[in-house]
């Protein structure tokens, strides 16, 4: 369906495009119809893939940690380009997208909550203040501190500890006692700046409760204060100290009213963190014998990991179609137009080191993605910067495409020396 065409259909300026949503959001703007361009700074753009840079009709360069200077860049760029719709989409960014849409008076989320859709002691308190099902939290700000915060909570072991603010499980550690704590609050402190902006990050580190069972991930596309639920995704993820997706499938196996759990549980969420004209990706955990699933964080974003396909090589659903639609003020199309099922499956290396070889076998219904050539090195596996490649497979049912995609990574070589 086509809201404009070719240079005359609306503008979107998405804030920071770079990562994995961004080649989605190209896709479906081409689809829709949408011009679109990028605020980002100007040593980021020239990193961009290609694809990305010769998509956009434009981009705002300016410095996005600094939110005056930037609010000012963007306001008078979207004035000057007749923007309709503000897209966040590097999570970090995503309250400079709810401000500069209050500012220019475009469909956005909620300034006054946005922060709490990035940093995770607001998320916490805005979800305990409507009574979302999360995990029980403390906070410290070093070693000493956490040990004494365990304590007095009773928290529990194992334990979460994570930085207030990061993604793709940096920095996040699930500590069985009190004698690996320290470590685990130095893995949480080690980021005061994100890459690749430098923009300055809340170095307080969260404890949590633990959180057991299978862990699922929900989107919602919410449209004038409206949220509409997307597909729910199952998720794996390793064991142990730390917790890095290894997978995502779709459908995701659940029985229907868990779905409905899920969806309702994610919406509310979204809602809570101030998401009122975009989406935002939620995660959550259904501990084993219960019907409740838990909130374990919302990010007014799209989802990485090329969620985006796997739900729509499912369902038919464009998430990143809802989201142009969402923040240009219009109802987003959320119904499935199929029941097909897709997973994708991530390749992670036993240890870090240099890329000796990697071989990923070709199999009828998947196509993969190799991320690093061979003499390139290879991160300790502590978090998602690790994955080697990954490999998407498409089937009838759920079952069927986690077991094609594991018969690919289980014929895959992989050698780090
Ligand atoms: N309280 C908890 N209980 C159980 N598991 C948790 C908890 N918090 C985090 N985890 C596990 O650690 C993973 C990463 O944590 P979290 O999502 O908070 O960090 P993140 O850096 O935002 O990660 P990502 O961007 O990869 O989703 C979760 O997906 C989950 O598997
Ligand atoms: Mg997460």
């Known amino acids: 369906m086509t809201i404009g065409a070719g240079p005359r259909g609306p503008g979107v300026l998405v804030i920071e495009p770079m990562g994995n949503a961004g080649r989605f959001l190209v896709e479906a703007a081409d689809r829709l119809g949408v011009r679109l361009y990028a605020a980002t700074h100007e040593d980021v753009h020239d990193g961009y893939p290609d694809r990305l840079r010769a998509a956009l009709a434009g981009v705002c360069a300016t410095d996005l940690t600094d939110t005056p200077r930037a609010l000012a860049d963007m306001e008078a760029f979207c004035r000057q380009h007749a923007i309709a719709g503000v897209a966040p989409c590097f999570e970090l960014f995503t309250p400079l997208a709810a401000l500069l849409a209050e500012r220019t008076g475009l469909p956005g989320n909620d300034p006054r909550l946005a922060r709490a859709a990035r940093n995770k002691i607001l998320m916490g308190e805005a979800f305990a203040a409507v009574g979302i099902p999360a995990p029980r939290w403390a906070l410290a700000h070093d070693d000493a501190e956490a040990h004494r915060a365990a304590r007095e909570h009773g928290l529990g072991w194992p334990l979460v500890v994570k930085p207030a603010e990061q993604g793709g499980s940096w920095g996040v550690s699930v500590v069985d006692g009190p004698e690996r704590l320290a470590d685990a609050v130095g893995a949480a402190r080690q980021y005061a700046y994100a890459r690749p902006h430098g923009l300055a990050l809340d170095t307080r580190v969260l404890l949590q409760e633990y959180v057991p069972g299978e862990e699922y991930s929900c989107d919602t596309v919410v449209a004038d204060g409206v949220a509409y639920p997307l597909p729910v995704v199952a998720k794996d993820t390793t064991g142990g100290r730390y917790r890095i997706e290894t997978g995502h499938t779709c459908p995701s196996g659940l029985p229907a009213p868990l779905v409905r759990a ?156």
């Open 262 to 417: 899920v969806q309702h549980t994610a919406a509310r969420a979204a809602l809570a963190v101030g998401v009122r004209n975009g989406i935002a990706h939620t995660e959550l955990k259904i501990p084993p014998g219960t019907r409740t699933p838990y909130v374990i964080e919302s990010g007014a974003r799209l989802p990485g990991d090329n969620l985006c396909e796997i739900v729509e090589a499912a369902t038919g659903v464009s998430e990143a179609a809802a989201q142009l639609r969402a923040v240009l003020g219009l109802v987003p199309d959320t119904v499935p137009s199929r029941t097909d099922a897709a997973s994708i499956r991530f390749l992670l290396p036993e240890h870090g080191g240099v890329l000796r070889e990697v071989v990923v076998p070709d199999l009828p219904g998947t196509h993969s993605e190799v991320y690093l050539r061979p003499g390139e090195a290879v991160p300790e596996p502590a978090d998602s910067t690790c994955r080697i490649a990954h490999v998407v497979a498409r089937a009838r049912t759920a079952e069927q495409a986690r077991g094609l995609a594991g018969r690919v990574a289980a014929r895959s070589r992989v050698e780090v020396g």
